[in-house]
């Protein structure tokens, strides 16, 4: 899976079949994370996200779940589509002290690939 | 609503010539960001900015200017373009309405090659 600041991974699934796309952390001091889908050619979309008092969060076909005691971040895909092919990012926001400002920490992804 | 638009889409500059990308956001977004993106790496902050005319250094500012002279436009410069600005630009736009929440809305991108 991936790590923020390590090399690229790649998935490959069949249509229809569930993904999960993983992400690890280093920073106990994040408190916000988020994913994002990046098509080729296009700037990234943002997906889902996630505050560190949560566990899990469900969107439409995409839950995220995160692991604080390890530190693990990953991303379900239900029904994976073709269209769902692309590079998938997790970021992480530091804790700001309260602050509205936080810097997001992108890792490098993980490259998608949907087989019909 | 356009969301965020960056001009030009594709560029190619000589060693030491100058140019400036623009980024124009219609989400009256109160933080923006530049960033760029290389092969195999992470979106790295270059600039951004919390508010009309102001500015900050982000990760990997050497090299590069920015301006926010209105809330709706982060304009990002380059002096002396030198190859290894050879890069993918993106603009990206969030509101300040939470301390923890940070959605960060991105452009389409600006393909830069440095001859």
């Known amino acids: 899976g991936e790590s923020v600041g390590l090399h690229l991974p790649t998935l490959s699934v069949q249509e229809g079949d569930n993904s999960i796309i993983n992400c690890a952390y280093s920073n106990s001091a994040s408190d916000y994370f988020i994913w994002y889908k990046q098509e080729s050619g296009k700037g990234p979309q943002f997906i889902i996200d996630?505050?560190?008092?949560?566990d899990k969060r469900q969107g439409q076909r995409v839950t995220v779940l995160l692991n604080k005691t390890v530190k693990h971040l990953s991303l379900q895909i239900a029904a994976t589509q073709p269209g769902d092919s692309a590079v998938y990012f997790c970021a992480e926001k530091e804790y700001a002290g309260g602050t509205s400002y936080g810097k997001l920490t992108f890792g490098q992804g993980t490259i998608l690939t949907v087989h019909p | 609503n356009a969301g965020v638009t960056q001009t030009p889409k594709f560029r190619v500059l000589k060693t030491g010539q100058s140019m400036t990308l623009l980024c124009a956001q219609d989400m009256n977004h109160e933080y923006m960001y530049w960033y760029r993106q290389d092969p195999g790496m992470g979106l790295r902050l270059i600039h951004y900015s919390v508010g009309e005319g102001t500015t900050a250094k982000g990760e990997v500012p050497d090299g590069y200017n920015v301006s926010r002279l209105k809330k709706q436009n982060f304009l990002l410069g380059l002096e002396s373009a030198a190859p290894s600005q050879t890069s993918v630009y993106f603009c990206a736009s969030s509101y300040r309405v939470n301390p923890t929440i940070n959605i960060q809305y991105f452009g389409a991108g600006t393909r830069l090659s440095v001859l």
């Open positions: 996630i505050r560190s008092n949560m």
